[in-house]
C-alpha cells in the first residue's frame, strides 16, 4: 500500500474518532482499533520485503540467522506493544498501557535470554582463561 493511503486512512480514522467520541463515545475507540487494523495489514507486504532484505545481508555478512531473528523479533514486539499501548493511552486506559509495555519488555527479555547467556558463557571463559 501506498504511504500516502496509510497517511489519509490514518487522518480519516482520527477524524472519524473524534466526530463519534462526541455522537457515541462507546464505539469510538473500535473505530480506532479498525483503522489501526487495516494500516497493520497494509504493512504486511512491505514488512516482508524489509525480512527479505535483511536475510540477505545476514548471509553477506555471514551472521548467525539466529541471533539476527531474536533481534528482529524483540523489535516486533517493541513496535506491537508500544502500539498497543498508546491506543489505550489514547482511551485514558493509562494502567492497561503501562501492563501492555510491561508484559512487552518482559517479552523482549524472554525472547532475548539464549542470547544473554551466550554473552555470560563467553565472559565467564575469557575470565578463567
Known amino acids: 500500500m501506498d504511504i500516502l493511503k496509510i497517511v489519509f486512512l490514518g487522518i480519516l480514522t482520527t477524524l472519524l474518532y473524534a466526530l463519534l467520541r462526541q455522537l457515541k463515545p462507546e464505539t469510538a475507540p473500535l473505530v480506532v482499533l479498525a ?7 497494509a504493512l504486511t507486504d512491505g514488512l516482508l520485503g524489509i525480512s ?26 517493541c513496535v506491537v506493544t508500544q ?11 493509562s494502567s492497561i ?20 547467556k551466550t554473552v555470560a558463557q563467553l565472559a565467564i571463559g575469557l575470565i578463567n582463561g
Open 83 to 93: 502500539f498497543a499501548a498508546d491506543i489505550c493511552y489514547d482511551n485514558s486506559c
Open 97 to 116: 498501557a503501562a501492563a501492555v509495555e510491561l508484559a512487552g519488555r518482559v517479552g523482549a527479555i524472554a525472547l532475548a535470554m539464549p542470547m544473554i
Open 35 to 41: 483503522g489501526a487494523a487495516v494500516i497493520i495489514i
Open 52 to 77: 527479505e532484505e535483511i536475510d540477505g545481508m545476514m548471509e553477506l555478512a555471514g551472521l548467525e540467522k539466529e541471533n539476527v531473528s531474536i533481534l528482529m523479533k524483540s523489535l516486533g514486539i
